[in-house]
């Protein structure tokens, strides 16, 4: 299983960023995703998921601002982010549960400042 994050970078206070997981290794259209986020000295916090039947579900922080999608022919998942706020900078990362195991990316960084 390999997941590997894209898409991060420097961007104003209400600005957008479009986050990609490209996901390798397991039967990706069988497998719920998610995305989680480490904000500088914090701990790991949800932050989106999409079922495998597309369901999604989010944290409060981020509702009506966040939107997870999937590509089940590209083995794909992204996170496209509106309105950004200095305290949604963090770590941003893709994760899946797959045969007993949690599978975590590298991450992508997100630092939203003026």
């Known amino acids: 299983v390999q997941l590997v994050e894209s898409g991060g970078g420097l961007v104003q206070p209400g600005g957008s960023l479009r986050l990609s997981c490209a996901a390798s290794g397991f039967a990706f259209s069988n497998y719920h995703m998610n995305w989680y986020r480490q904000p500088p000295g914090k701990a790991r916090e949800f932050v989106a998921e999409?079922?495998?039947?597309?369901?999604?579900y989010y944290a409060d922080s981020v509702k009506g601002r966040f939107t997870i999608s999937r590509d089940n022919v590209n083995n794909t998942t992204s996170l496209q982010m509106i309105s950004l706020q200095p305290e949604d900078t963090a770590q941003y990362y893709c994760q899946t549960f797959h045969n007993s195991e949690f599978y975590w990316g590298r991450g992508t960084q997100v630092t939203v400042s003026s």
């Open positions: 999409i079922d495998k039947d597309g369901t999604t």
